[in-house]
C-alpha cells in the first residue's frame, strides 16, 4: 500500500538533489530529515491512491492490500493522515520552501487519487510535477535550486510518460470504473504515442547537458545506457501491449530514473 521502493527513490531522489545544490557537512540533517520527509508524504499519498481505486484495484491490481481485503480503507485513510501530517511537519521545521513544496504534494496527491487521475492528461502532468518537485524540494533543503533544474525536468518528463504507459496497462479496469484517462478516451494506441513523444524528446535533451559541457564524460557514459534503456521501453510498449508487458515497460522507465541521477550526480563530481 505504500510501495517502500517509491519511498526509498524519492528519498534518494531529494539527497542526491541536495547533494547537487551543494550539501555542506553541516547541513546534512536538514537534507536527511527533507529526505524522510518527502518519503513519508509519498507512501502516504500512495495510500490514499489505493483508498479511493480500491475498486478499480481488484481488476487491474488483485495483489494491492486494499484489493484482495488485507487491509480495511479506514486503515489506508488513517495512514495517509498520519504520513502526509508527519511530512508536512517534518519540512515545515527545515523551512518555508520546503513546506510549501509540502503542502502542494499533499494536496494534489489527494486531488490526483480522488479524481484527476480519471482524466486526461491532467493526472498525468500531476504526478510528473510532484515527482520533478522532489529535486527542487531537495535544493530548497540546503537552500539553492539553481543546480538541480536540469534533473527535475528530466524527472518530470520521463515520470510523464511512465504515467501514460501506466494508464495504457490499467486501461481494462478504468473502462469498468469510468476513469476517462487517454488510454480509455483516446485508445491504448494514443497514450503510448504520447508516451513515446515524451520519451524521444527526453532522450534528445539529455545530450544537451554534455554538449553544452555543463556535465562530464562520466555523465555522457551513463546516461548512454540510460538512453538505450529509454529505447528499449519504446520498442517494448509496441511490440507487446499486454498488461503484463506494459508493467515491465513502467519499471524501465522506473529503472531509467535513478539511472538518470546517477549519470548526473557522477557528472557534476566535485559536487559544489
Not at 548512454?224 to 509496441?238: G, K, R
Amino acid at each position: 500500500m505504500t510501495r517502500p521502493l517509491n519511498g526509498a527513490i524519492v528519498f534518494l531522489t531529494i539527497t542526491v538533489a541536495a547533494l547537487l545544490a551543494g550539501a555542506s557537512k553541516g547541513g546534512w540533517h536538514f537534507v536527511l530529515l527533507g529526505s524522510l520527509a518527502g518519503a513519508l508524504i509519498a507512501a502516504g499519498g500512495n495510500a490514499i491512491n489505493d483508498y479511493f481505486d480500491v475498486e478499480i484495484d481488484k481488476i487491474n491490481k488483485p495483489h494491492r492490500p486494499l484489493a484482495r481485503g488485507a487491509i480495511k480503507p479506514q486503515g489506508a485513510w488513517w495512514t495517509w493522515r498520519l504520513l502526509s501530517s508527519l511530512g508536512v511537519i517534518i519540512s515545515a521545521y527545515i523551512g518555508p520552501y520546503t513546506f510549501a513544496i509540502a503542502l502542494f504534494w499533499v494536496g494534489t496527491l489527494y486531488w490526483y487519487s480522488k479524481s484527476l487521475k480519471r482524466t486526461v492528461l491532467w493526472g498525468n502532468l500531476t504526478v510528473a510535477l510532484a515527482t520533478g518537485l522532489a529535486l527542487l524540494y531537495g535544493g530548497y533543503t540546503v537552500g539553492n535550486v539553481q543546480s538541480v533544474f536540469i534533473p527535475a525536468l528530466f524527472a518530470f518528463l520521463v515520470n510523464l510518460a511512465r504515467e501514460l504507459v501506466k494508464d495504457s496497462e490499467d486501461v481494462a479496469g478504468d473502462v469498468q470504473g469510468n476513469a476517462m484517462t487517454m488510454a480509455v478516451r483516446h485508445g491504448v494506441s494514443a497514450s503510448l504515442g504520447t508516451a513515446t513523444a515524451v520519451l524521444a524528446l527526453l532522450i534528445a535533451a539529455t545530450m544537451v547537458p554534455y554538449v553544452e559541457g555543463v556535465y562530464n564524460s562520466s555523465y555522457l557514459l551513463l546516461v548512454s545506457f540510460t538512453d538505450l534503456l529509454l529505447v528499449y521501453a519504446i520498442i517494448s510498449m509496441w511490440r507487446k501491449r499486454s498488461p503484463q508487458n506494459l508493467a515491465r515497460v513502467s519499471g524501465a522507465l522506473k529503472l531509467s530514473m535513478v539511472l538518470g541521477i546517477a549519470a548526473i550526480a557522477l557528472g557534476s563530481y566535485p559536487w559544489r
